[in-house]
């Protein structure tokens, strides 16, 4: 038994048993990434020492006790990098408190293990932008793992993390969760605590589990989810039993397929085989209505506005004064301002070109005579959009979709069209902007240059409608395994 390759639930039934203990899941996980992480490239920072401390204390009994978790490089762990895989906190900024997230895992007895690499401040839908050093998907080293939370995603999908944290903006956990064959769940904004996360767009982030099962992204969400009142956004709403609705059958639920979601851009073995699971849903009882959520070809645009506009915001406080790179420059004409000088370099020097772009982007539409053009626009076109699932959700239980249009596309790729990157997440960024749930569960694979690359099924529910996609995405998972 290799305990790096077990889900959660499978770890904590060996250390119920005697079969395992904490430290065993420790050292064999430190093993497969001394074996493997050189070539992917999923963590940018591990402390096995620290790790081992905590897993001789671990209490098993506790709903976590003893699991280790990965965690993406921009929430806060204390006494642990925060780098954000930008050069601007890379070696700089050591979190002094933890995010409530990694709070409430301690709680309930698990191990902050490993700091998972990700897109430069998570903007990025392929883990290129991050400032500190690539990762390659596990399934084909010649290929982007997603983004933003890519290293997440492959750390779990190499047997080199039990689980993970992500976020998602506009698709960060779901995205990576595609391509590289595991479950990424996003929840419903508020549903989970930002405290200890560093902003990107703070309307549109929110934290959540990759796992390699869906009964692991239910016990994750369990003990992440509930009220925070250091988070003004998160909800004040009991926390179901998610783990119980995993396995519950789905007769007479009504699955909804939005049309501009399996329209023209869709790769066609990535839909036979999102088609495929739908079928299966079909078959297990589950009854399919065709839905439109006419406003889809508006969410791009009014996520790019949105989003960067908030960036912009968040990322003024890295100015190299309080903390973080500061630059070594000092200007050579006297007539030049000092501290605008020195703000300046600071930033180019330590910001990577997407963070840049953005950052310019959102300045712009925040600007003086383009905010009502642009920013005050697309806040009422995201109204649209969320209208729209409020009707299809009149109609359905949950909304089946893909993922990503195609499977994981070749490192390099698409990395000098920014607009082609950004259309990739089609299928994502409305669900934050609505600000409703959504989990990717792996639906079978195809071939492409000698490698079966995993597709995933895309599932959306209503707000605080967890549960129901968690039980259909079990049904999806159990359809896979027979």
Do not use: W
């Not at 605590?193 to 994750?220: H, M, N, W």
């Not at 100015?319 to 703000?343: A, F």
């Not at 953005?358 to 969320?386: C, N, P, W």
Request: aromatic share 6%; glycine share 10%.
């Amino acid at each position: 038994m290799n305990p790096a390759e077990l889900s959660i639930s499978q770890l904590r039934a060996a250390y119920q048993s005697g079969d395992l203990n904490p430290a065993d899941a420790i050292n064999s996980l430190t093993e497969a990434i001394v074996a493997k992480d050189d070539a992917i490239g999923g963590y940018l920072s591990y402390d096995t020492e620290t790790a081992l401390a905590e897993a001789a204390a671990a209490d098993i009994s506790l709903p976590l006790g003893g699991v280790p978790i990965a965690i993406k490089d921009l929430i806060n762990v204390k006494g642990h990098p925060a780098s954000c895989a930008s050069k601007i906190l890379d070696g700089k900024y050591t979190a002094p408190y933890d995010a409530t997230v990694i709070r409430k895992l301690r709680e309930a007895g698990a191990i902050p293990f490993g700091r998972a690499n990700m897109d430069e401040f998570a903007m990025g839908s392929s883990n290129e932008n991050s400032g500190i050093k690539p990762c390659k998907n596990p399934h084909d080293l010649n290929r982007i793992p997603g983004g933003s939370s890519g290293g997440s995603a492959a750390v779990v999908a190499a047997n080199t993390a039990i689980a993970a944290l992500g976020s998602d903006t506009g698709g960060s956990i779901r995205q990576p969760a595609s391509h590289c064959g595991v479950v990424g769940l996003k929840p419903t904004y508020g549903r989970v605590s930002r405290y200890g996360l560093v902003a990107f767009a703070s309307s549109l982030d929110q934290i959540g589990p990759l796992t390699k099962s869906v009964e692991d992204a239910a016990l994750l969400l369990e003990v992440i989810a509930g009220s925070d009142a250091k988070d003004s956004t998160c909800l004040d709403e009991p926390v179901p039993k998610y783990s119980e609705f995993v396995g519950q059958d789905i007769k007479g639920l009504k699955v909804g397929l939005p049309k501009e979601y399996f329209a023209e851009g869709l790769h066609p073995l990535v839909k036979e085989r999102v088609e495929k699971a739908i079928q299966y849903l079909e078959s297990q009882g589950a009854e399919t209505v065709e839905i439109s959520l006419p406003n889809t070809e508006h969410a791009v645009a009014t996520y790019y506005i949105i989003a960067t506009a908030e960036a912009s915001a968040n990322l003024a406080r890295f100015d190299g004064v309080r903390y973080g790179h500061r630059t070594s420059e000092s200007p050579q004409d006297p007539e030049d301002n000092k501290l605008i000088y020195h703000y300046k370099h600071s930033r180019a020097e330590g910001f990577g070109d997407e963070v840049k772009r953005r950052i310019l982007l959102g300045t712009y539409v925040l600007s003086s005579g383009y905010a009502d053009e642009y920013y005050k626009r697309a806040q009422k076109v995201r109204t649209l959009i969320r209208d729209d699932f409020s009707n299809a959700f009149e109609q359905v239980d949950v909304i089946a979709s893909p993922v990503a249009p195609t499977p994981a596309f070749k490192v390099g790729e698409k990395s000098t069209d920014p607009l082609a990157m950004y259309l990739a997440d089609i299928y994502t960024i409305s669900t934050n902007l609505a600000g409703i749930c959504g989990i990717s569960v792996p639906c079978g694979t195809v071939s492409e240059d000698g490698s079966d690359l995993p597709v995933g099924l895309q599932l959306l529910g209503k707000p605080l409608g967890e549960a129901d996609i968690l039980k259909v995405g079990a049904v999806v998972e159990a359809g896979q395994k027979s």
